[in-house]
């Protein structure tokens, strides 16, 4: 009950930081421009986004409180450990969507006023946009990992050849259209070509297969254990699993991909990654509920 505590009391200085920082500092000339508002409405609009925000960010902090729970009760049993890995996982996933948008907000407040701040601003968001998903999808990876070997799980060849079909098709459309920004558009990403293949393009897509595996490991999981109630449980959080890294893959090649607006609008962009985020929030709440379903059944 503490740890629960602590982390909605996390969330919520998390979200009254970003709510405080989104309508008191000002908003850059680009980003007026590309929008094609003034500041008044982009105030408008920023106050109209932090409602959905705060529930995209208390989706992911709910769900990382109640696998811990669950993580809790079962320590001492054999699949203990691999929920104590994926709740770490998701954990780092629900503060990663906060902390990196509050320090890119700094940093961009920063580069208004030091213009030659731009490139390190956009370096860092850029790593901090793969170095948070790789962690978290690494860990809960292992945890995924080590649940199948307690039931001898394993993806059959065809989802296999499926999967890594799917991989690589939207691996070459990914390298293609980063290269494509980097000739194009005046460099967007301020990285040389080896660097951004070497510590950008290669960290994305090791972190996209990562991800992927561990999403389908988790719904695996499902179909092996037994008892229908503890099934129905661990398909509601091994599906939500799913729907959470499918999504943030998803959101991470359309914010590395697009790294350049000229060519595509940004409202339109916007739009599609609000979308996305709004999945990840769906996700989040099967983690919750079927969390919530299986510290219910444990407690009985």
Do not use: C
């Amino acid at each position: 009950m503490a740890k629960t505590l602590s982390t909605l009391r996390s969330f919520i200085v998390l979200l009254i930081v970003g709510a405080t920082l989104a309508l008191v500092l000002p908003p850059s000339h680009e980003t007026l421009q590309a929008l094609h508002i003034n500041a008044a409405q982009y105030r408008v609009a920023i106050f109209t986004l932090i409602l959905p925000y705060a529930v995209i960010w208390f989706s992911a902090f709910y769900a990382f409180s109640r696998l811990r729970q669950y993580a809790m009760l079962v320590r001492k049993t054999p699949e203990g450990e691999g929920f104590r890995d994926i709740a770490r996982g998701v954990g780092v996933l629900a503060w990663g969507l906060a902390l990196p948008t509050i320090l890119s907000m700094l940093m961009g407040a920063v580069a208004q006023h030091l213009p030659g701040f731009k490139p390190v601003q956009t370096i860092i968001n850029n790593y901090l946009a793969v170095l948070v998903p790789l962690v978290g999808f690494s860990i809960i990876g292992r945890g995924t990992r080590k649940l199948n070997d307690l039931v001898g799980a394993r993806p059959g060849q065809r989802t296999i050849r499926l999967v890594i079909a799917i991989f690589l098709a939207v691996a070459a459309l990914f390298i293609h259209s980063v290269l494509h920004n980097q000739n194009a558009h005046d460099n967007p990403y301020y990285l040389d070509i080896y660097l951004l293949l070497l510590t950008l393009i290669v960290p994305y897509l090791y972190t996209w297969a990562i991800g992927l595996l561990s999403g389908l490991e988790a719904a695996l999981y499902a179909k092996y254990i037994k008892g229908v109630l503890y099934r129905r449980a661990m398909t509601a959080l091994g599906g939500g699993m799913a729907i959470v890294i499918v999504a943030s893959v998803a959101t991470q090649y359309l914010t590395a991909s697009f790294a350049s607006k000229a060519t595509t609008s940004l409202g339109f962009l916007l739009a599609l990654l609000y979308m996305l985020l709004a999945i990840q929030a769906v996700g989040y709440v099967f983690i919750a509920i079927g969390a919530k379903q299986l510290k219910k059944m444990e407690e009985v």
